[in-house]
């Protein structure tokens, strides 16, 4: 019964993809774009598979991927760190917030062109780049969990006796864990848009460079496959986000 | 009477300001790179930027699509989101194709988008409406989904109509998450909004700064660095007043410390 | 022992207005004794509990414990709250096992205790479930397993049975009484029940509102051990439950007054 209703809705949701691409393929077949500006799905889906098996390819995904592994942790472990630290420590607290009201709503792509500037065109500006963007909503959920930690919760661990210190890791990080995965997965789309974005402004590799590569020689067919490959990309790993959160939430009620 | 606390509290963002910039003339001080010029230096190429009639029509016109942009998908996005997570079939119908648009940066789209309506301000203010509108409608469906069955019923029993509970109970609910989502799609904005101008390179903030970059104009670069920031900065602060009128009940006392430590 | 020594409480409302919840309380607990307060909502029943625990620190006045000020929370005095507050993130047995191994119980051990402590309150087969797939009745169980199993000398029980059916109240208020027959831990317990706190205790400490005052103390002098069939025929149980109903009564003081 119950998967009987899952495949329902799998089936369901994808009709409007299938819409999409088929209106796609309406588009191209009865003339209304040139196939120099759109090429049909099914030669784009032919030139993904394709590309697939290619080591240049593979050199753009690894790219892509080194940037974007590198600022999403970055400012996962500096955002969770730093917003636990701001809700458990008043002085921290005070240094902490001012900082981040003025640096948080900083559109931070603008802040690209002094990274280059001063980091270089590597690998380097562009992870400093995704960490610094991704960082804040991961800042942010995490103080907004760990100071909303039932205070309860706290006075029960303190009465078994754990000592001050350790409450921060046995009570107010699990029970802040799932404000935390939520930042975490904001974070996570805004690595993966941050990261391409960076590479189209400037770069020698990576999926970015291919689609700016392809939209200077009008190479239609090619500016499609970087673009569906970070959406896979963005769908794979929001879905091993997903997973890491039932498992680390399978007691919570709202997971 | 304002105590010496508060005080504190008040000015603590135009100290952070501060201290930001003092950290920035110090360490350009101690790097001396020509491409990495003083805050001090910065700053004084504001006015000139400010004072200037085309680059001031540039920045406002950013401003406008933005707005534009940002005002049509809320319109758009909250309502979708809401029925999403009231509704288990508009969910299932929508959500996959979401998941697949949500992770593409909508300002790369720009190329293709450009193709088919031009360069002009109706390529870039959908681009922003698609840029805000993901996090918003994601984050409306989640608030929707939380809100408790029982207080629904209670809807229910006192006579509301499927509309009206959505309207009257959803809503309220889950503004506070959809304003979690607004304000991750005003940050989507800003970045969409200077990319976009960056790769269509017509008009617009980042058409200043990344034209800047490229002659070299480094004082620009900089100045143009701050410029927007402080739009951000502002944009942030309005939207932050907005939001703790909308939803004071829901404050949690963020200026309580944790009482263990 | 416990001394309660003038303690009063004042909390800052939102309005910025001081709001008095305790007034001036004193009382004393001898040690091995099963203390109950009575008294209407918000009168300052949980928070004078919170400050024995030492979670709260009183405004004015001191709360001693041993002849020493109490000056936070240690495993010596184990509370259950009225909201139960077990960690969502652990199953049964691991909130259980929390505090025993909190004191350095070896983990074989401690699952051993807490299993048969989790059989004791009636959850036998549950111990892999998490808090979210339990009743209200049953997280409440888990609550008092989670405390007696780190065995504290004194009980803060925040009306610990109000969210159990009828029947496991009764089976509960017995095994309590067994364990504190045994054991002679120092109880103090919070109720609304007025049978439950003359059936329990030996002191009943009567309160009332705006701001939190003791009004009365009795002394229950029935003899123990209580066996609650006998206990309900008997005519001074009676009389003790009916006299405090009519104080309540009598007073003039409205159920709700902010
Ligand atoms: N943290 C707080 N801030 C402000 N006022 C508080 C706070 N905690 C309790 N109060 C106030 O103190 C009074 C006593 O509260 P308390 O929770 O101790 O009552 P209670 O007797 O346990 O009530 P109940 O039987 O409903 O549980 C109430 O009027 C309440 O409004
Ligand atoms: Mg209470």
Redesign the interface.
């Known amino acids: 019964m119950k998967t009987n209703a899952l495949t329902g809705d799998v089936l369901l949701g994808l009709v409007p993809i299938a819409l999409v691409i088929a209106l796609w393929q309406g588009l191209v077949s009865f003339g209304f774009a040139p196939a120099t500006l759109l090429p049909p799905p099914g030669l784009v889906f032919a030139r993904l598979l394709q590309q697939l098996v290619t080591s240049t390819f593979h050199h753009e995904i690894a790219a892509t991927l080194i940037r974007l592994f590198g600022g999403f942790s970055i400012a996962v472990i500096l955002g969770v760190s730093i917003g636990i630290a701001a809700a458990a420590n008043p002085a921290i607290n005070a240094v902490v917030r001012p900082i981040v009201r003025v640096l948080a709503p900083l559109p931070k792509v603008a802040l690209y062109p002094a990274l280059l500037l001063l980091l270089g065109f590597k690998h380097e500006s562009k992870i400093v780049l995704v960490a610094a963007d991704a960082l804040f909503p991961i800042l942010l959920s995490t103080y907004y969990g760990a100071s909303t930690v039932e205070q309860k919760l706290i006075w029960s661990a303190m009465a078994a006796g754990t000592p001050r210190r350790e409450i921060l890791f046995k009570v107010v990080l699990p029970a802040a864990m799932p404000s935390i995965l939520t930042g975490c997965r904001i974070g996570l789309v805004i690595s993966c848009i941050v990261v391409f974005l960076a590479e189209m402004i400037t770069s020698t590799d990576g999926l970015g460079h291919m689609l700016v590569t392809a939209a200077r020689t009008f190479q239609a067919v090619d500016m499609f496959v970087p673009l569906i490959t970070i959406s896979l990309l963005g769908l794979i790993l929001n879905g091993l986000l997903q997973a890491l959160r039932s498992y680390l939430l399978r007691g919570f009620p709202e997971a | 009477m304002m105590s010496a606390a508060t005080l504190l509290k008040r000015t603590?963002?135009v100290?952070?300001?501060v201290?930001?910039l003092a950290v920035w003339q110090f360490a350009s001080l101690v790097?001396k790179?020509d491409?990495?010029p003083t805050a001090i230096e910065a700053i004084r190429a504001v006015p000139s930027i400010l004072t200037d009639k085309d680059a001031l029509i540039n920045i406002l016109a950013s401003l406008r699509r933005m707005a534009i942009g940002f005002a049509l998908a809320l319109a758009f996005s909250i309502p979708l989101g809401l029925m999403m997570g009231r509704s288990?079939?508009v969910a299932?119908?929508?959500?996959?194709?979401l998941?697949?648009?949500?992770?593409?940066?909508?300002?790369?789209?720009m190329?293709?988008i450009m193709?088919?309506l031009g360069v002009g301000d109706v390529s870039k203010t959908l681009v922003i409406f698609l840029g805000v509108s993901l996090?918003v409608i994601y984050h409306s469906f989640e608030g929707a989904k939380?809100v408790e069955e029982k207080m629904l019923w209670s809807g229910a029993a006192m006579g509301l109509s499927a509309g009206q509970r959505l309207v009257r109970i959803v809503l309220p609910a889950a503004l506070p998450e959809i304003l979690t989502g607004c304000r991750?799609g005003?940050?989507?904005a800003?970045?969409t909004?200077?990319?976009s101008e960056?790769?269509a390179r017509q008009s617009g903030a980042g058409n200043i700064?990344?034209n800047a970059?490229d002659m070299g104009q480094?004082d620009t670069?900089?100045a143009?660095?701050i410029i927007?920031?402080m739009?951000?900065?502002c944009?942030?602060?309005a939207f932050e007043r907005i939001r703790a009128r909308l939803v004071r009940w829901s404050e949690?006392?963020?200026d309580?410390?944790?009482?263990?430590? | 022992m416990i001394e309660i020594d003038r303690v009063s409480q004042i909390f800052q409302t939102s309005s910025r207005k001081d709001h008095l919840a305790l007034s001036d309380i004193s009382l004393t607990i001898e040690d091995g004794a099963f203390v109950s307060i009575l008294g209407p909502s918000g009168c300052g029943k949980s928070t004078l509990l919170y400050i024995v625990g030492g979670f709260v620190s009183p405004t004015s006045g001191l709360a001693k414990m041993k002849g020493k000020a109490i000056t936070g929370p240690g495993p010596d005095r184990g509370p259950v709250f009225q909201e139960f507050a077990l960690f969502p993130w652990k199953t049964v047995l691991g909130n259980v096992m929390y505090g025993p191994r909190q004191q350095g119980v070896r983990a074989a051990d401690a699952e051993a205790q807490s299993k048969a402590l989790i059989e004791m309150v009636g959850l036998k087969g549950y111990e892999n479930f998490y808090p979210k797939e339990l009743s209200g009745g049953m997280k409440q169980r888990v609550a008092l397993a989670r405390t007696l199993a780190y065995h504290p000398e004194v009980l803060l029980m925040d009306e610990p049975f109000g969210a159990l059916d009828a029947h496991t109240r009764t089976r509960l208020q017995n095994d309590l009484l067994n364990i504190w027959e045994r054991d002679r831990k120092t109880v103090l317990f919070v109720t609304h029940s007025v049978e439950e706190a003359v059936f329990l205790s030996d002191k009943v400490v009567m309160m009332s509102k705006s701001p939190g005052r003791i009004r009365q103390v009795i002394d229950i002098d029935l003899p123990r051990p209580r066996r609650r069939t006998e206990l309900l025929l008997d005519p001074r149980y009676q009389k003790y439950v009916v006299d405090i109903e009519r104080m309540f009564d009598d007073s003039d003081e409205p159920a709700s007054n902010p």
Do not use: E, H
């Not at chain 2, 998941?99 to 789209?109: H, S």
């Not at chain 2, 309580?256 to 430590?261: E, G, I, K, T, V």
């Open positions: 603590a963002p100290l952070a300001c201290g930001l790097l790179n491409s990495f288990r079939a299932a119908f929508f959500n996959p194709l998941m697949v648009i949500y992770p593409v940066p909508k300002a790369a789209l190329p293709i193709l088919w996090p939380a991750t005003l940050v989507l800003l970045i909004m200077i990319t960056m790769i700064l990344f970059l480094y670069v900089f143009m660095i927007v920031g739009m951000g900065i944009l942030d602060a949690p006392q963020f309580m410390p944790l009482s263990f430590s």
